[in-house]
C-alpha cells in the first residue's frame, strides 16, 4: 500500500456545532440519509447515559417516521446500531463518533462523522485532539458549518 493508497482509505467529516440543536439535527438526518441507502451505521457513544439518550433521540425524530435501531454491545446485524464499546459491532463502513477520543479502532471505516464542538472551550480542545489524532493518521478530513 503505497502513502496515497492509505490516505484515500478513511475520510472524517467534522460538522461545526455551536449548539445542542445543531447537533441533534446533525445526529438524525445522518442516520437518516444512511438508512435510506441502506449502509451500516454505527454510533459510538461513551457511556450508558449518551447510548440511552440516542437510542430515544431516534425513535422521536424525524416526526413523521421513526429509524429502526438498536443498542447494542456486541455482534449484531442491524443497520443502525448504538454502542458503548470501542468496536464495529454491526460491521458498519460508516461510523459517527460521539466519544470524546477519536475512532481509531479497526473498522475498516470508510467514513466517520465527528463533532467540531464550539458549545465550550473544553469541548472544543477534546475536538482538536480528535482532529489531530485524525491528520496524524493520515485520514482526509473536511469540515462541514
Request: hydrophobic share 40%; glycine share 2%.
Amino acid at each position: 500500500m503505497t502513502h496515497s493508497d492509505k490516505l484515500s482509505t478513511t475520510r472524517v467529516i467534522f460538522f461545526q456545532v455551536k449548539n445542542t440543536a445543531d447537533k441533534l439535527k446533525y445526529i438524525c438526518e445522518t442516520a437518516q440519509i444512511h438508512f435510506e441507502k441502506k449502509e451500516h451505521f454505527l454510533f459510538l457513544v461513551d457511556d450508558l447515559k449518551a447510548q440511552e439518550f440516542v437510542f430515544d433521540l431516534l425513535w422521536k425524530q424525524p416526526e413523521t417516521s421513526f429509524l429502526p435501531h438498536v443498542s447494542a454491545d456486541e455482534e449484531t446485524q442491524e443497520f443502525i446500531t448504538i454502542t458503548k464499546i470501542k468496536k464495529n459491532v454491526n460491521q458498519a463502513r460508516i461510523a459517527f463518533n460521539l466519544c470524546a477520543t477519536p475512532l481509531l479502532i479497526e473498522g475498516p471505516f470508510r467514513l466517520i462523522y465527528e463533532f467540531e464542538d464550539l458549545t465550550t472551550p473544553g469541548k472544543n480542545k477534546l475536538s482538536s485532539l480528535r482532529f489531530d489524532a485524525y491528520k496524524a493518521a493520515h485520514f482526509m478530513i473536511e469540515s462541514r458549518a
